[in-house]
């Protein structure tokens, strides 16, 4: 193929231009077709194709077929794609594999079994999210491992299908491992939900601690550093959160600037809230400040996440607090008051809460 002529070399010389066209070959030998090649050069993805070749599977079915084939109405498969962050492609393209279509009807088995269909697009949505946040992670783990300065367009294509061909493998099991530990340690912890019945409280409702922890100044370094290096920072209080955690305290999520925390027991969210700004803080001058807000109260959990006063008072307590201190309400002081050093930090009226809390400045016993 003259892939000088179909205008697919343009601007390029020397090597550039000989990686382009080696790469390209290997492509159109590959079985891509033309109007791909010319796509993916006129979006700057020609690098891309052969890893994306490796991931894909052979699209047969359009949205309707692929429903058909799946038993599931096709209403409530867009709905469910599209809470799942997926794509929706134009009703007469071929988008959907045989593969797509084993995954349909796992959704349709799970209508059938009496699942309610707004429940199984919420599921899309939290499953969607995670998802989408392993696939960030592996690609960036891809990028800076595979990928050097300098690399061709070429050595570029290739390395990254190289890397998809031996990580994509294992993707699949390791994530089932850490999927079957983290729900096996839900498990052990929901066993207190008879308790939780018996006493008339609503499913899934208990009695937590939540702790917020955020960067001080992160919306004006926002205005000041590059997108990569404000991801990076929220990367690492993530990290750092991770790597201080005292069970049962378990970081639920982080949210751009914050960390969420929660606890049945307030002791060890207390400890892990006072180890994270430690750790914040041996991170030396590039790393913002940190500051945290504890409350305690009865949430209800659902997804995964954490819903009711204590988040709420959590937040709004966080806002107030200092650099570099762990504000808590007078609940938690209460109800971990010996282990600790607490001074009065003054009765707020806080944004969303009807009625004033005193608050109290967390510090252990022996920090002077």
């Known amino acids: ?202 499913p899934g409702t208990r009695t937590v601690a939540v702790c917020f922890a955020d960067l001080v100044g992160f919306t004006r370094l926002g205005q000041e550093l590059p997108p990569d290096e404000l991801g990076s920072l929220a990367t690492r209080l993530s990290t750092l959160a991770s790597s201080v955690v005292h069970s049962p305290a378990s970081l639920v999520k982080t949210i751009g600037d914050a960390a969420m925390l929660v606890s049945t027991e307030p002791g060890p969210l207390l400890d892990t809230t006072l180890d994270l700004l430690k750790a914040a803080e041996a991170e030396g001058d590039e790393f913002p400040a940190l500051r945290a807000g504890v409350a305690i109260g009865d949430a209800l959990n659902r997804w995964g996440d954490w819903y009711g006063a204590p988040v709420n008072v959590a937040s709004r307590v966080t806002d107030v607090a200092r650099p570099g201190s762990v504000l808590a309400t007078g609940d938690v002081r209460r109800a971990s008051a010996d282990s600790y050093k607490w001074s009065f930090a003054g009765r707020r009226r806080l944004k969303g809460v009807r009625r004033e809390i005193g608050l109290y400045r967390c510090r252990r016993i022996d920090s002077g």
């Open 1 to 202: 193929m003259d892939f000088e002529a179909a205008g697919l070399l343009n601007g390029l010389e020397g090597e550039a231009r000989a990686a382009r066209s080696e790469l390209l070959q290997f492509l159109h030998r590959e079985g891509v077709p033309l109007e791909e090649l010319k796509q993916a050069v006129s979006e700057n993805r020609l690098a891309l194709l052969p890893a994306e070749r490796v991931l894909a599977y052979e699209a047969k079915y359009t949205l309707t077929e692929a429903a058909e084939r799946a038993s599931i109405p096709v209403e409530f498969l867009v709905r469910q794609r599209r809470a799942a962050g997926l794509t929706i492609p134009p009703p007469d393209e071929l988008a959907f594999s045989e593969r797509d279509a084993d995954a349909m009807r796992l959704l349709a088995e799970a209508l059938a079994a009496g699942i309610p269909p707004d429940t199984l697009v919420e599921a899309g949505r939290v499953f969607g999210e995670a998802a989408a946040r392993v696939a960030g992670a592996s690609r960036s783990l891809v990028a800076e491992s595979f990928v050097q300065p300098g690399d061709s367009e070429s050595e570029v294509g290739f390395r990254l299908a190289e890397a998809a061909r031996r990580l994509f493998p294992h993707t699949a099991p390791t994530l089932q491992y850490l999927y079957e530990s983290h729900l096996r340690e839900q498990l052990r912890s929901d066993v207190v939900e008879s308790v939780s019945l018996a006493a008339g409280r609503v």
